[in-house]
């Protein structure tokens, strides 16, 4: 998974609850995205980062933010966790913009069920 | 509306039994098509970066080839081990994004 980390893999929370994903990587990429993948849908950007500190929204930020203090650290924050959250929450790594010609490449995901 | 489409959703194949998947995308601008295979419970793994029509890149039995309009991943005498779901993905230019099908699911047959 090209030096891409995840956590945790799985979690089970409750509606309203906040929840944090962490993603970490070790290739010193630039740019860091945080997608959601659903039944019947393609990956949907939720957040991407394009440097320390730097991050701007996707199509689907409605709910989440995001930070990053280090290179290596993305994390993506339900700040109260609803249901229509339930997903599986993919992140990727590029070492330039997506639209840069440079492929990203993705993390093992986490699994987030909200009841 | 759908900038990406892969089609067929689903498809069988019988082991040796080549075939091509379809992405059908309806930008105008494209920067580059991408080619993932993603596995049950794991993250896509990137397999191609097609640039301009007409180009065509290879991988072991996969052919990837690109149109004004789409792409076709041909898979060659498919194995068992080809079952995947094979994900494409278009960026354009002055955009930062990816724009993903929703997959074409391959089983492969032994």
């Known amino acids: 998974d090209a030096g891409i980390t995840q956590s945790p893999r799985h979690k089970v929370t409750e509606t309203g609850t906040p929840v944090t994903l962490r993603c970490h990587q070790t290739?010193?990429?630039?740019?860091m995205y945080w997608y959601r993948q659903d039944p019947g849908h393609g990956l949907r950007l939720i957040h991407y980062s394009y440097g320390v500190k730097d991050t701007d929204k996707g199509e689907v930020s409605d709910g989440y933010s995001v930070s990053r203090s280090k290179t290596e650290d993305f994390l993506l924050t339900l700040e109260s966790a609803t249901s229509s959250q339930t997903s599986v929450y993919f992140c990727?790594?590029?070492?330039?913009?997506?639209?840069?010609?440079?492929?990203?490449?993705f993390g093992p995901g986490t699994r987030l069920t909200v009841l | 509306e759908d900038q990406v489409t892969q089609s067929p959703e689903a498809l069988r194949l019988q082991e040796g039994e080549s075939s091509s998947l379809n992405c059908s995308y309806t930008?105008?601008?494209?920067?580059?098509l991408f080619w993932y295979r993603q596995d049950p419970g794991k993250g896509p793994e990137f397999l191609f970066t097609?640039?301009?029509a007409g180009e065509e890149k290879e991988k072991e039995r996969l052919k990837a080839t690109l149109t004004k309009k789409e792409s076709f991943l041909h898979i060659t005498a498919p194995k068992p081990e080809d079952s995947a779901t094979y994900l494409c993905?278009?960026?354009?230019?002055?955009?930062?994004?990816?724009?993903f099908g929703k997959g074409n699911q391959v089983v492969v047959i032994p």
């Open positions: 993905a278009v960026t354009l230019y002055g955009n930062n994004r990816l724009a």
């Open positions: 097609l640039y301009s």
């Open positions: 290739e010193n990429h630039r740019y």
């Open positions: 990727a790594i590029s070492e330039g913009l997506a639209g840069s010609y440079n492929e990203q490449f």
């Open positions: 930008v105008s601008g494209l920067r580059g």
